[in-house]
Nanobody, 117 residues
Framework: QVQLVESGGGLVQAGGSLRLSCVVS????????MAWYRQAVGKERELVAR?????????VYADSVKSRFTISRDNAKKTVYLQKNNLKPENTFVYYC?????????WGQGTQVTVSS
């Protein structure tokens, strides 16, 4: 059984910063690509940032968050982070962590980020 647990969401004023964390636990042989997605009510989930595993690949960001958001991972802690700077009200979403664990995609439960103007 594999679980992803996100934390770090909350309410922040415009211009502020937050760091989201997602910890993977369970029966883990390998953690490959890890990513953060966002979803607004009534909208489809969309990619925010993706970071490859040791197998290689490129880190990818949505155009709207480049230069303000940074994705990183700590393989020893089985954790992926999303540092979010200079937040704007339009960054208000539920953020979901996704990880490819043992070649199967798993999702976290989501964490709400609300940016007030």
């Amino acid at each position: 059984q594999v679980q992803l647990v996100e934390s770090g969401g909350g309410l922040v004023q415009a211009g502020g910063s937050l760091r989201l964390s997602c910890v993977v636990s369970g029966n883990i042989f390998s953690i490959n690509t890890m990513a953060w997605y966002r979803q607004a009510v009534g909208k489809e989930r969309e990619l925010v940032a993706r970071i490859p595993g040791t197998g290689g690949g490129s880190t990818v960001y949505a155009d709207s968050v480049k230069s303000r958001f940074t994705i990183s991972r700590d393989n020893a802690k089985k954790t992926v982070y999303l540092q979010k700077n200079n937040l704007k009200p339009e960054n208000t979403f539920v953020y979901y962590c996704k990880a490819n664990v043992n070649w199967i995609d798993y999702w976290g439960q989501g964490t709400q980020v609300t940016v007030s103007s």
